[in-house]
């Protein structure tokens, strides 16, 4: 009986799912040119997720071909060809690459996004159709300044027992990622900017990005603008989340935040991510490179990087591949009937890749 009921509202929200655009899209000459992407499998579950991308989008015969470069957290520093190969393409698809815990080597995520000037983080957190959660509603897109705060890189040991650890605030980057938030909300029909910081007791570094997005917003009458405490706001992501449209943050915070928020959607594994900058941008799920056990059962979740590759395919303009795809994953998600673990089902990555695939046609 209850199969017989959801059958309806099943079709309906399928139905929903695979509507054509309402205004076509009109590419200028040459736009259909199959462009290069740098691709960087990484650490853990890297080499699984961004091998299912590849799969897929080699079936839907998206306009794009990968340059494959293997680079792992444990290295010193990105390679200059990888750099180069970025540089050039001006776009990068890549797997997560583990960071080293203490010791004297540096974040490589942290240095690609200096190298390249990729400021803004963007997360984008939201329900998916037919994945329970314990909040609805919930649309969430925080964005990170990517280059500074506590992420600087600035620690040095005073004297024995003693670290001194700098936060860094500039106005410049202060503005550039507040005006990059307004923009993205005005662009995407989005109605609120909150601003997220800790000002009450860092008043200086703090109370400069506080003021910076307060001249920001005030170039922006159309988009409502508040202020939230980074603990209040932690507090309110988990009881009230479907209160927040888009969020900007500074470095940490935003780490934090981005991760809470993606925990309350359904995890990271189906959230996805990216990060850009004036003149680069590179795809990437939220969250860090998975658990052994997980590469050993080839069961790592790939739909948080197959969206970031939508988002990606947006990004190359080439909106018809980026829909098609969306609508393919989520449509599979919607069946349930392919799912990891990490969503409650029992698939490999394969399968889910290839119920993906089926969705395409």
Not at 26 to 47: A, C, F, H, N, Q
Not at 277 to 287: I, N, R, S, T, Y
């Amino acid at each position: 009986m209850a199969t017989t009921r959801s059958a309806p509202l099943l079709k309906h929200l399928l139905s929903r799912l695979s509507q054509a655009r309402s205004v076509t899209y009109m590419p200028r000459p040459g736009d259909g040119t199959p462009r290069g992407v740098t691709l960087i499998p990484g650490d853990g579950i890297g080499p699984l997720v961004t091998g299912a991308v590849e799969q897929v989008m080699e079936a839907m015969h998206a306009p794009v071909y990968f340059e494959k470069y293997d680079v792992h957290g444990d290295m010193k520093a990105v390679p200059a060809e990888v750099l180069e190969s970025i540089r050039k393409n001006k776009v990068c698809l890549k797997g997560g690459l583990a960071t080293p815990m203490g010791g004297g080597v540096s974040s490589l995520n942290v240095q690609l996004r200096k190298e390249l000037d990729l400021y803004a983080s963007l997360v984008n957190c939201f329900n998916l159709p037919g994945l329970p959660t314990r909040h609805d509603n919930v649309d969430i897109v925080v964005i990170r300044e990517n280059t500074e705060g506590e992420y600087s890189g600035l620690e040095h040991e005073v004297v024995p027992g003693v670290v001194e650890s700098l936060k860094v605030i500039t106005k410049f980057c202060s503005e550039r990622i507040a005006k990059y938030a307004f923009e993205y909300a005005y662009l995407n029909n989005r109605k609120k900017v909150t601003a997220v910081h800790k000002a009450n007791i860092m008043k200086l570094a703090d109370g400069l990005f506080l003021e910076s997005c307060r001249e920001v917003a005030t170039r922006y009458p159309g988009i409502k603008y508040n202020e939230i405490i980074v603990d209040n706001c932690c507090m309110q992501l988990v009881s009230k989340p479907e209160q927040f449209d888009v969020m900007v943050t500074p470095n940490l915070y935003g780490n934090l935040v981005a991760n809470t928020a993606a925990g309350i959607a359904g995890g990271t594994g189906v959230m996805p991510g990216g990060n850009v900058g004036a003149d680069h941008a590179v795809f990437e799920q939220a969250g860090n490179v998975g658990n052994e056990k997980v590469v050993e059962q080839q069961k790592a979740n790939p739909v948080a990087l197959l969206l970031s590759s939508a988002m990606m395919l947006r990004h190359l303009q080439f909106p018809a591949f980026a829909d098609r795809l969306e609508t393919a994953v989520k449509r599979v998600i919607l069946e349930g009937k392919y799912r990891t673990k990490d969503l409650g089902g029992t698939s490999t990555t394969q399968e889910v890749v290839d119920a993906v695939i089926h969705a395409l046609d």
